[in-house]
């Protein structure tokens, strides 16, 4: 049986499944709860300086697809709006009470130099494992300088985590704004500043839609709205891509990364870790099933590894980085061609209509003697484009086949064809 624990810049954890700083970890009542169910871990609902933060209502709001399940979830809440006292007094009972879980604490205060020195201090003394600075929070916390105002700022970023690490001797990790052009600048910033780690993706600038009776965009508060942070199965891909260029990044190459952005389920987990996250983090899709969610996810992840042959975490951890890079690096040369099985279609057309309007025009559509149609592929014109493979709806019904071309890997610095290709 694969053994799912973890050590994280230093921080330990029986599994690597940690929920993100958000609702469900806003207070003892709900982490307990959590940790009852299974999680490894939890960062704590963002703490800022006193007085609390006030929200607004409605605040949810969100994307679904033609099944009505949610693909984007947008919020416009703010950090905690507990006491900071309430929330140290709980975090220390947890913390006493599951010695054996991660325990970070999410902070997000003004950008003074005294205000962090406080702060972080409080947090030690409550035996907490780690700090997560929020540098992330797109909506409402930037109109007062705090949140992503200072993740875009790489200068900002750095002095803040230089104070954190100064005045605490408890493992930091800085979590990323994915609004930014190029997430590998505020990375580089946080471990000049003596990060422990980093975790991203806190969540995107978003508006999910309107009501169009009232003009106005979700979520409605009384006649207005504003934009939100968008998380869930839709941020995964951002968050991926954002996580392989920091895990790729010769400057940050082998830093403690955490995966966070739509991970719903073991198999989002494992494609974080593959590309170098030593932990991940969870948010919407407890919000959406509850914490219950994390049994299917450690049992899911750990049969995987075994059927793999991966012992443990750090077995597969960034095996996928080295795999991942530039397009001038491709191989000009592999070429895979379009495949129907003709036993699995439904002759439905899909593939033939998507190729024939946007494609290559390469899947013929002939006309039997009983009128209906089959759909063959003309593997001279067919270019393995990939777009009837995503448009046929019946499962490994098209395949992508790799064709022999007996020619040598070949990429765009090497091709005769570019004009400034390298000697
Ligand atoms: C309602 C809500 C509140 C959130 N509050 C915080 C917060 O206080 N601090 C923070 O760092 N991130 C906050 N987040 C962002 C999440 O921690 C996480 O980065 C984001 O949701 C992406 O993960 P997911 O796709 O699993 O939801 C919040 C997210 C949601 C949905
Ligand atoms: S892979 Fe692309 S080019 Fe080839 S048959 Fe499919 S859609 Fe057409
Ligand atoms: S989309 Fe798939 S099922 Fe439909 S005709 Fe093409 S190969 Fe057959």
Request: net charge negative; hydrophobic share 40%; glycine share 8%.
């Amino acid at each position: 049986m694969a053994d799912l624990s973890i050590e994280f810049a230093g921080i330990k954890a029986p599994n690597p499944f940690w929920l993100a700083s958000a609702p469900p970890t806003d207070k003892q009542y709900n982490v307990e709860r959590a940790f009852e169910a299974g999680w490894g871990g939890v960062v704590w609902k963002t703490l800022g300086e006193d007085p609390a933060a006030v929200n607004v209502s409605s605040r949810y709001s969100a994307s679904y697809d033609a099944h009505g399940d949610v693909v984007g979830f947008n919020n416009i809440e703010l950090i905690t709006d507990r006491p900071l006292e309430v929330n140290l007094r709980e975090i220390e009972e947890t913390k006493r009470n599951w010695p054996d879980r991660a325990l970070i604490v999410s902070l997000m205060v003004p950008c003074e130099e005294d205000a962090w020195k406080r702060i972080v201090k409080q947090v030690e003394q409550t035996g907490a494992d780690g700090l997560e600075l929020n540098f992330g929070c797109p909506h409402g916390m930037p109109e007062r300088g705090m949140g992503a105002a200072v993740g875009q700022v790489p200068e900002y970023v750095e002095m803040v985590t230089r104070w954190c690490k100064q005045y605490s001797s408890l493992p930091v990790m800085v979590k990323m704004t994915p609004n930014v052009t190029d997430v590998r600048h505020p990375a580089r910033a946080a471990f000049r500043g003596g990060a422990d780690a980093v975790s991203l993706i806190n969540t995107v600038n978003s508006i999910t839609g309107l009501d169009l009776d009232r003009m106005v965009a979700r979520p409605i508060v009384g006649s207005q709205s504003t934009h939100g942070g968008m998380c869930g199965p839709a941020v995964k891909p951002i968050a991926l891509n954002m996580l392989a260029e920091i895990a790729r990044d010769p400057e940050t190459a082998g830093k403690r990364l955490c995966g966070i952005g739509g991970i719903s389920n073991w198999r989002d987990a494992a494609e974080f870790i593959a590309l170098g996250a030593g932990s991940v983090q969870v948010c919407t899709a407890a919000m959406l099933h509850g914490f219950r969610i994390v049994e299917g996810m450690k049992d899911g992840l750990s049969r995987w590894m075994d059927e793999k042959g991966y012992a443990r975490i750090e077995d597969f951890r960034g095996l996928a980085v080295p795999n991942t890079t530039d397009w001038k690096y491709l191989d000009i040369n592999y070429k895979s061609i379009a495949q129907i099985d003709q036993d699995k279609c439904i002759n439905c057309g899909r593939c033939h209509i998507a190729c024939e309007d946007t494609s290559h025009q390469a899947i013929n559509k002939l006309l039997q003697a009983d009128g209906s149609n089959i759909y063959t592929v003309n593997d001279d014109e067919c270019v393995g484009c990939n777009l009837c493979e995503i448009t046929c709806p019946v499962d490994q019904c098209i395949t992508m086949v790799p064709q022999e071309t007996g020619l040598p890997y070949m990429n765009w610095t090497q091709d005769p064809r570019n004009p400034y290709r390298e000697a």
